[in-house]
């Protein structure tokens, strides 16, 4: 299985003459880096530096198109235009509803940078252009393997900063541009380099729990489950406090269940041995 239909998925047209002024002051990716046919990860965040609306975007003909989830669209047309104020810029839902996603195979749309970094060729178009045999979970799979978050599946409005998702390792995250909402904060967490949560693939020998469980060493929580495929899973944990327990050889249990956490291979992260601190 190589494409995928996704049908909780949703799109925002942005033009106008201020388009991409307006978005390069708002939210975390670097626009004039963008390249045609690719999407990038973004978000608009809070004035506290966490994610508020995490989405896609890419080049539209002079504008920008957004993709995110079905259940965000609204919310997120609502906030820009709440700062959209006196700027020449349209903001326009799309009517078509769900993604189709393609990899290992030759199709149209455009690349999706996260998948990229992870050295698979991805791409994905608005609709359903998918066949029949569509399976979503194989894209699930693929992007838990890879470690590859998404949004209300492995972290939720308002409760994680960029960094807890790799949004700096991904190209979401630019720290050269200008301000924008909650740069200040992201910023000094990297510069300080005092992000200590980090999104890390699961893998255990038995079925895992459901999306919540709680990941313990010693019976004190580290992070906890989001996304879930039977043995294998995505979590947003301490990487400070997992790597004192792998290198003092102790269980780091998702519920009752030991598991393993890996570092995606892209990030060229590594877990600390010693703690230092909380984020900022």
């Given amino acids: 299985m190589t494409h995928a239909f996704l049908p909780d998925r949703a799109f925002l047209d942005i033009g106008g003459a201020d388009a991409e002024s307006f978005l390069q002051n708002l939210i975390t990716s670097d626009l004039p880096s963008l390249g045609e046919a690719e999407a990038a ?140 909402v909650g740069q200040e ?22 079925p895992l729990g459901a999306s919540g469980t709680t990941l313990t060493v010693d019976g004190k929580p580290i992070g906890a489950l989001g996304s879930v495929e039977e043995k294998s899973a995505l979590a947003i944990v301490r990487i400070d406090k997992a790597g004192e327990a792998i290198a003092g050889g102790r269980t780091i249990l998702a519920g009752d269940v030991p598991v393993t956490l890996t570092l995606p291979a892209w990030s060229e992260l590594t877990f600390p041995t010693s703690s230092a601190g909380d984020e900022a």
């Avoid at 300080?192 to 980090?198: E, L, Q, S, Y």
């Fill in 41 to 180: 990860p973004g978000a608009l965040l809070t004035p506290q530096g966490k994610i508020l609306f995490f989405f896609l975007i890419a080049r539209n003909g002079a504008g920008f198109r957004l993709e995110t989830d079905s259940a965000s669209r609204d919310n997120l047309l609502k906030r820009l235009m709440m700062y959209r104020l006196r700027a020449a810029v349209d903001l326009i839902p799309l009517a078509a509803e769900g993604v189709s996603v393609f990899w290992d195979e030759e199709a149209t749309g455009v690349a999706d940078r996260r998948f990229a970094k992870a050295g698979i060729a991805l791409t994905r178009q608005p609709g359903n252009a998918a066949a029949e045999t569509s399976d979503a979970a194989a894209y699930h799979r693929l992007r838990i393997e890879h470690g590859i978050a998404e949004a209300s599946a492995d972290h939720s409005d308002g409760d994680a900063f960029p960094h807890d998702v790799l949004m700096d390792r991904s190209g979401g995250l630019s720290f050269r541009k200008g301000c924008y």
């Fill in 185 to 206: 904060v992201v910023s000094r967490m990297q510069h300080r380099g005092t992000a200590r949560r980090r999104l890390v693939t699961v893998s255990a020998e038995a």
